[in-house]
């Protein structure tokens, strides 16, 4: 497989995705400019090009090893749990934290609007 063959690969997976290259390299923890520096096939170091292909449930090759599906829900599930703890932080600032069974219908709320709902557009904003 050659870079070019990857860099395909990596592109399908991120537009499946809907993810902006801006946005994949917040995630990912790579700078924009290594990100686009690896985009247009220049040299970047091995753990650039795993972290992408990891974030993007792929392997080192670009083959798919976490399914579409399983990603979005593991990434809506993410974003819930983070949107969640803003919503115990400020609870708990005034007094109101909430109950672990309370804190857990509305991380499945917000899983469900990032998947099928208004949100799902924004699933892969960082």
Do not use: C
Not at 71 to 84: C, G, I, N, P, V
Not at 93 to 107: F, M, N, S, V
């Amino acid at each position: 497989m050659t870079r070019i063959d990857l860099i395909k690969k990596i592109k399908k997976r991120k537009k499946e995705l809907n993810i902006t290259i801006e946005n994949l390299a917040k995630i990912s923890g790579i700078g924009i400019r290594t990100t686009n520096r690896f985009f247009a096939g220049d040299d970047v170091k091995l753990s650039t090009i795993e972290k992408l292909t990891s974030l993007l449930g792929l392997d080192f090759a670009g083959n798919e090893v976490v399914p579409l599906k399983e990603l979005k829900m593991h990434r809506a599930k993410e974003k819930a749990t983070f949107m969640a703890s803003l919503v115990q932080s400020t609870s708990a600032l005034e007094k109101q934290g909430l109950e672990k069974k309370a804190l857990d219908r509305i991380i499945h709320k917000f899983e469900r609007e990032f998947l099928t709902g208004q949100y799902q557009d924004r699933l892969w904003i960082a």
